[in-house]
Nanobody
Framework: QVQLVEYGGGLVQAGGSLRLSCAASGLTFSRRTMGWFRRATGKEREFVAAIGWSGGTTKYADSVLGRFTISRDNAKNTVYLQMKNLKPEETAVYYC???????????????????WGQGTQVTVSS
């Protein structure tokens, strides 16, 4: 079955950096759009970033543009989220997600993703 496992969360001071990884198995990773989402306590899940199967197309939420970078290594079935200049309000559980089938579309709606990881906690202290 499809498994997505996130790594790399933790505690960081405001202005610091973290790199999240998501290892995928059980799907044709190299043909899937992958996304990162986050959910803060008491808030709705929100889109963070997405990347097309070749890595050539990326999309970001306005709030993270210029600070976060999504990338992928299809040989390792892994997608990454490099986060810089983190802010306390970005404390959340971060999830990676995969679309249900091969596609050229880089989608941002959570409803377009069928497979989700268990999430990794990112805590940014002020």
């Amino acid at each position: 079955q499809v498994q997505l496992v996130e790594y790399g969360g933790g505690l960081v001071q405001a202005g610091g950096s973290l790199r999240l990884s998501c290892a995928a198995s059980g799907l044709t990773f190299s043909r899937r759009t992958m996304g990162w989402f986050r959910r803060a306590t008491g808030k709705e899940r929100e889109f963070v970033a997405a990347i097309g199967w070749s890595g050539g197309t990326t999309k970001y939420a306005d709030s993270v543009l210029g600070r976060f970078t999504i990338s992928r290594d299809n040989a390792k079935n892994t997608v990454y989220l490099q986060m810089k200049n983190l802010k306390p309000e970005e404390t959340a559980v971060y999830y990676c997600a995969a679309v249900p089938a091969s596609t050229l579309l880089v989608v941002v709606a959570g409803s377009s993703y069928s497979y989700w990881g268990q999430g990794t906690q990112v805590t940014v202290s002020s």
